[in-house]
Every structure is written in C-alpha cells, then in structure tokens.
C-alpha cells in the first residue's frame, strides 16, 4: 500500500441533472488517514460529489481517482468491485428490513464471495459488539431505533474493510437524542485511523474530528481548510454568512 | 323458484361440482403460469435495453388493450393453424395464461418498483452485483407487495374464465349451461353458479387480505 499517495483525487468534476448543474468543476484530494467534513447549505451539491466517489452517480465530465484509478474509465464490473473499497452510509440508513442485523452484515461480504458464511457470521457478532447491538443480533430492523440502525448500517460497510468511508448526512433523519451515539461511532472511527468524507450539519461536531473542512456553494468549493481557518477566519462572505445562520441555533 | 334451486343444486351438484373444479384450476394454474411468464416481461420492461423493454411494452399494451373475448377467439382460431391436434382446452388456457401475463407483469414492475431506491443504492455501495442485488436485495422485499395482488389477479381470473365457456371447456358457466339445456330453467342454475362464483371470489379476498396483513406485520 503506498501510503503517501491521495485515496481518492476527484478532479474537474461536473453533474448536472435536468439541464441544472450540481457540480460544477470540483476539485479536491483526501489522503490516508485524514477526515474531511463537507458543509454547505442544501442543494450545493455536496450529497451529489460524495455519491460520484463512488459511482453511485455518474457525473458528466471530470474524473474519480480511486487509489490512483479513475474510476470513470473502468468498466461496470470493474466498478463494482472498486466499490467494496469505498463504505457508504446514507441519510436514511437503507438497512435491509427483510434481514435480521445480523444478516444485514453478512449479506453483501456473502454474495460477493469474499467471505465464507461462518468468517462472516464471526465478524459481524465482533461487529455488532464494537456497536453494543450483540443482543439485537436476531432482530429485524423494524425492532432498532434509528439510531440503532445508522450504527447498523456503519458496520454493515466496515465489515467489507473499506479503505475510505463515505457518510451523506449520517444523523439528519435522526431524532436528537440519538444523534450523539452515532456520531460517537464515527468519533471512533476516525480516531482508529480510518480515512472519512462525512457531509454534515453537525458543526461541533465537524469542528472536533475534521482534519480538514470543505464549504460548498451552488457546486463549488468555495473555502477549504483546517476547522479553525474556515470556522473562525474565513474571509469569504458566503462561508461566514452561512456559518452565521447555522451556529446562531 | 327456491324450491327449484335446492332440487337442481341436489340433483346437478356433481356438474356444478366439475365446474367448480375447472374453474378454480383453470384460474389457478394460468396465473402460475402467468407469474413466470410475467417476472420475465416486468424485468424486459424496465431493462435499459432499449428494443427489449419496448417489446415488452408493446406486449403489455395489446393485451390489456384489447378484449379478453377476442383474445380467447383468437388463440382458439390461430393455434389449431399451427398444431392442427391441439386440444381446445389447451388454446384456451394458452389465451388466459398470455392475458394474465401482461397483467401480472405490471403487478411485479409495481411491486419492484415500490421498493425503496436506497435499498438498491445500499447494495451497489456494498459492492452486489445487480444480479445478487435483485435477487436478495429487491425481490424479497417487492414480493411483499406482489403476492397479494397475485390474489387479486386470481380472483379476476376466476370471473374471467366464465368468458371461456364459450368454447364449451367446462368451467362453471358451462356448467350452468349443461343444466339449463337438460332442465330448461335458466334463473334457477346461474344463481346457483352466481352464488359458488361469490363463495370462491369472498374466500379468496378474505385469504388475500390476511396474508396482506402478515406481510405488513412482519417488517417496516
């Protein structure tokens, strides 16, 4: 593994869906190790460049560098097994509501042939008790709160052994008082080493674990730098007046 | 006319009976014929290949755009220009099942796609192929809302196949039929197949919307 080298480089990204564009030309690197929060207001895009790392969208110019291969130019199958490099947790959960938690982990590492049943079976038990949901490991999703749930869908990605982990927004859908045992999770994470994208509007949060931090404005990165350059010294209006509106509550 | 109701219904039972019988497997197996033809045409309609998922369109369209008579008339009239032995029974069932198809085939496209679209993002980002995403991913949870409109679809069915007793194949109408030719009372037996109709329709509604309600239960 060359260590020196950018996990994923996205370059001249543009997307535009219906004639709209959501991205327009963005650039921007993430090393091993480092955790990088994406902030801006809703609709700036920043959902839209976090799910073109990974293909989920495809974008219309500009390329994805994944470990030094652009991923725009592999072929779908190529892609999808970039994929099981790059963990995704998405606003909403998407656990499985028909798998119990425990075979919400072991589904994909199963069907994807990198791991026997019983391998799989023995990591999301280890998985699920990292998380403290071992006695929750035979109930369905409809039984976890939503907390429960996003801490699910975390391992449910760690457990392919990701070398980056994308999170969209990872506590928006969730009641406040569950916020703080998923972000904890996170917290984890990063402090285990894991190189992390998060989107979010949690800006303590964002202020606390980031190496680094982007803001985003109708497509463009408009301010990047360390927590305190852009919370505390940004000199770009549209950064302050966001960051304004957003810490006032 | 009641007392002529009971005396048919004793006497002619065993016809009704027969009928009762032909009509419930005649619905039975076209739509178990149907639910495998219609995965193919469902999946052929929302494939990205183009030609194919307008084929599949087309199909769709002319079946449910024209009548089930019609349809019944034609298979009955072309299949014997191709297989010259071919039974009428099996024209027939050939018609219900390509008329039950189509219809079928929406019920699975509906039932795919009500599934919710993060599921299938959760299982690309998890790195499934589309073939494992569908099979384990989305079927299992789209069946959910398929099987009770499959009970639906039986239980047209069961009314649509009255339309085949035109051809004699000895459902229930032509059962109805039978009696009233050797009794010369009409209103007397098409009550009686009104109300075995009525039975099997109710039953089955009731058995649908209880395996609806556990589907429901189960999850979400």
Redesign the interface.
């Known amino acids: 593994m060359k260590d020196n080298e950018y996990i994923i480089n996205v370059q001249g990204l543009v997307k535009s869906f219906n004639g709209l564009k959501v991205l327009d030309g963005v650039d921007f690197e993430i090393s091993r190790g480092e955790v990088v929060t994406i902030l801006g207001p809703s609709g700036c895009g920043k959902s839209t460049l976090l799910r073109c790392m990974n293909l989920l969208e495809k974008p219309d110019s500009g390329h994805v560098l994944f470990e030094g291969t652009d991923l725009t130019e592999q072929s779908s199958a190529d892609i999808i097994r970039y994929r099981r490099k790059i963990g995704m947790v998405f606003q909403h959960f998407n656990v499985f509501p028909h798998l119990t938690a425990l075979e919400n982990i072991t589904l994909a590492p199963v069907e994807n042939g990198m791991l026997s049943k019983e391998e799989a079976e023995k990591k999301a038990l280890a998985l699920l008790e990292r998380i403290g949901l071992s006695d929750k490991k035979d109930e369905y999703p409809t039984r976890l709160s939503g907390g429960q749930k996003q801490r699910l869908a975390i391992v449910r990605s760690l457990i392919m052994e990701p070398d980056v982990m994308l999170f969209d927004e990872p506590t928006s859908a969730l009641d406040p008082e569950m916020v703080m045992e998923v972000l904890d999770v996170i917290r984890e994470l990063a402090d285990s080493g894991m190189t992390i994208v998060v989107v979010t509007h949690e800006m303590g949060f964002a202020r606390e674990v980031s190496d680094r931090v982007l803001f985003m404005y109708n497509g463009s990165i408009l301010e990047e730098g360390t927590p305190s350059e852009v919370f505390d010294h940004t000199k770009n209006e549209r950064a302050k007046d966001f960051f304004r509106k957003v810490i006032a509550n | 006319m009641i007392r002529n109701i009971i005396a048919i219904a004793s006497r002619y039972g065993n016809v009704f009976l027969l009928g009762l019988w032909n009509t419930v497997w005649l619905s039975v197996v076209s739509v178990t014929f149907a639910a495998v033809l219609g995965i193919f045409i469902a999946l052929a309609k929302m494939s990205k290949i183009r030609p194919l998922s307008r084929i599949a369109a087309c199909y769709i369209e002319v079946i449910r755009g024209t009548p089930m008579l019609l349809q019944l008339y034609f298979f009955w009239l072309a299949l014997p220009n191709l297989f010259p032995e071919i039974p009428d029974i099996i024209c027939i069932l050939i018609a219900l099942v390509v008329n039950a198809s189509a219809y079928v085939a929406e019920i699975i496209r509906a039932g795919i796609q009500a599934v919710?679209p993060?599921?299938r993002?959760?299982?690309?980002?998890?790195?499934?192929?589309e073939k494992?995403i569908m099979s384990?991913?989305i079927f299992?949870?789209a069946i959910k809302n398929i099987l009770p409109a499959l009970g639906n679809e039986v239980i047209v069915m069961i009314k649509q196949t009255s339309l085949a007793s035109t051809f004699f194949i000895g459902e229930l109408m032509t059962a109805y039929k039978k009696v009233q030719s050797t009794t010369f009372l009409a209103l007397e037996p098409l009550t009686i197949a009104g109300l075995i109709y009525l039975f099997l329709t109710v039953t089955l509604s009731r058995l649908t919307k209880r395996l609806e309600q556990r589907m429901r239960a189960?999850?979400?």
């Open positions: 919710d993060g599921q993002e959760a299982a690309m980002s998890l790195g499934m192929t494992k384990r991913v299992p949870q189960n999850e979400r």
